[in-house]
Structure formats: structure tokens, C-alpha cells
């Protein structure tokens, strides 16, 4: 049943186009994919950059990392300063987190 409804289909659409037609853009857009999937893309891609680049990263944003997630801590609203301060004020007497007064 499910072949004659196929066979009907194909009778159909082979009377507005050819039937060859009909056949190859079965295959190609079903088989194969759509052409713009086959299309050759030329990226310019250099692996030596992040060598290059690894100088003004470390400057902007610190050996590991710290001053950037420093700067997100400190968020995006034009309130940096403040947070900046009331984080300095709380880690006043603390080293890497430990209070160094206690014993």
C-alpha cells in the first residue's frame, strides 16, 4: 500500500518535471545532503598564534588567570569600585583565605 502511494507521488511530480529530474534530487538531497553541505570552505587558520598572543593575555588578565576572574567577580554594572573596596575591607587580616592572627 505504501509503495503505490510512492508510485502515485512519483507519477505526479514526474508530470510537472522530468523523471530524471525527480530521481536526482531524491538522491541528492536525501543520500547525499544538500550541495551547500559539499561546498569547499577556505579558513585562514594559524596554530602559532596562541604562542604569540600568550604575552598579552598574561598581561591583561595574569599568568593563571586571576585578574579576569578578579574583573567578573567584580561584575558589569559600573559598581566594580565599590565591590572592589568592600571585598579589600573583608579580606583585610586574611591571606589566601586563612586568617594569618589566628594561631
Same mark, same amino acid.
Given at each position: 500500500?505504501?509503495? =503505490?502511494? %510512492?508510485? &502515485?507521488? +512519483?507519477? +505526479? &511530480? =514526474?508530470? =510537472?518535471m522530468?523523471?530524471?529530474?525527480v ?12 550541495? %551547500? #553541505?559539499?561546498k ?8 602559532? %598564534?596562541?604562542? !604569540? !598572543? =600568550? !604575552?598579552q ?11 579576569? &576572574?578578579? !574583573?567578573?567577580? #567584580? @561584575? &558589569? ?9 568592600k ?5 583585610? @587580616?586574611? #591571606?589566601?583565605? %586563612?586568617?594569618? #592572627?589566628?594561631?
Open positions: 500500500m505504501a509503495t =503505490s502511494k %510512492v508510485i &502515485i507521488l +512519483l507519477t +505526479l &511530480i =514526474s508530470t =510537472s522530468g523523471t530524471l529530474e530521481v536526482r534530487d531524491l538522491v541528492e538531497f536525501n543520500l547525499a545532503g544538500h550541495p %551547500v #553541505l559539499h569547499a570552505t577556505n579558513w585562514p587558520f594559524d596554530p602559532e %598564534v596562541g604562542k !604569540r !598572543r =600568550s !604575552r593575555y598574561q598581561e591583561l588578565n595574569g599568568v593563571l588567570g586571576e585578574k579576569a &576572574i578578579e !574583573r567578573l567577580g #567584580l @561584575g &558589569i554594572d559600573g559598581y566594580d569600585r565599590e565591590r572592589l573596596e571585598q579589600r575591607v573583608r579580606d583585610a @587580616g586574611h #591571606l589566601g583565605g %586563612v586568617d594569618y #592572627l589566628t594561631p
